[in-house]
């Protein structure tokens, strides 16, 4: 039977439209509900900041949301089709916004991403770690600083240090893995809003990134799963107050 979409996927609520969500490399964009015509089974949502257009290349679409059901938070998605462009959908205090509609089928079911958008690390979202390799405990900010993360892994950078330009780190190989805990952090939600241990596992490494430090890209390969929700909601929140950021400066 599935959830019910007339309880889920209301006026205001964050979405993330998806693409290609059942393949190794999904992408999300980060959207907000604007109306919802469940009789017709249409939605209509902001144009995410990396817009979508009538070229734009996929074979899936979903559009999915965090929900809370049965003291569980979920991630719900629904498989749609996009319908219309809008150019000018009218916003409250006389305003226009760019909007999309799309065309939802039912069911709506619990919903995985793979991977998707990046966060980049900002003033109010941060995340500092600690990493355990060969025994050795190495933290942020001293040994290593969080570039950016996302669902499914993060983009790490080595401090090179001038007399010791060789660090332990630096000489990770493809393919090591290895213990990381995490705490995150919102600035404006009291300071700390997870901290959990999770297994990873280095997927590239970039040696040239810069001419004093080397950037680690780390797949996520074991996490419990209240912690990937802490991290999924960490990351929505701040993708939607990235749109709506710059929603104002239209």
């Known amino acids: 039977m599935g959830f019910d979409v007339e309880k889920i996927f209301l006026p205001s609520v964050g979405v993330d439209l998806v693409l290609n969500i059942n393949t190794d490399f999904p992408v999300s964009k980060s959207s907000i509900i604007y109306d919802a015509d469940f009789k017709k089974q249409t939605i209509t949502i902001a144009q995410p900041i990396i817009p979508v257009s009538p070229n734009t290349s996929f074979e899936q679409l979903h559009l999915t949301t965090l929900a809370h059901i049965d003291q569980r938070r979920l991630r719900v998605g629904i498989r749609c089709s ?8 009218p916003m409250a205090g006389g305003t226009t916004a ?6 939802y089928q039912l069911p709506a079911l619990e919903t995985n991403i793979r991977s998707a958008f990046r966060l980049s690390m900002t003033n109010k979202y941060s995340v500092k770690a600690k990493l355990i390799y060969n025994n ?7 040994d290593f600083k969080i ?7 993060l983009g790490l950078i080595i401090l090179e240090k001038k007399d010791n330009p060789n660090t332990p780190l630096s000489e990770l190989k493809r393919g090591t893995e290895m213990t990381m805990g995490l705490t995150l952090v919102d600035s404006d939600e009291n300071g700390v809003t997870g ?41 929505h929140a701040a993708q939607i107050e990235e749109l709506r950021r710059i929603s104002k400066k239209e």
Do not use: C, W
């Open 82 to 89: 996009l319908t219309q462009f809008i150019n000018d959908y």
């Open 98 to 103: 760019k909007a999309i509609v799309v065309r």
């Open 136 to 142: 050795q405990e190495y933290q942020t900010p001293d």
């Open 147 to 153: 570039k950016d993360i996302s669902f499914s892994g």
């Open 195 to 235: 901290t959990f241990p999770m297994k990873i596992q280095v997927a590239r490494i970039n040696k040239e990134y810069s001419e004093t430090h080397t950037l680690i890209g780390l797949k996520i390969t074991s996490i419990a799963r209240d912690n990937e929700d802490v991290l999924n909601h960490f990351i």
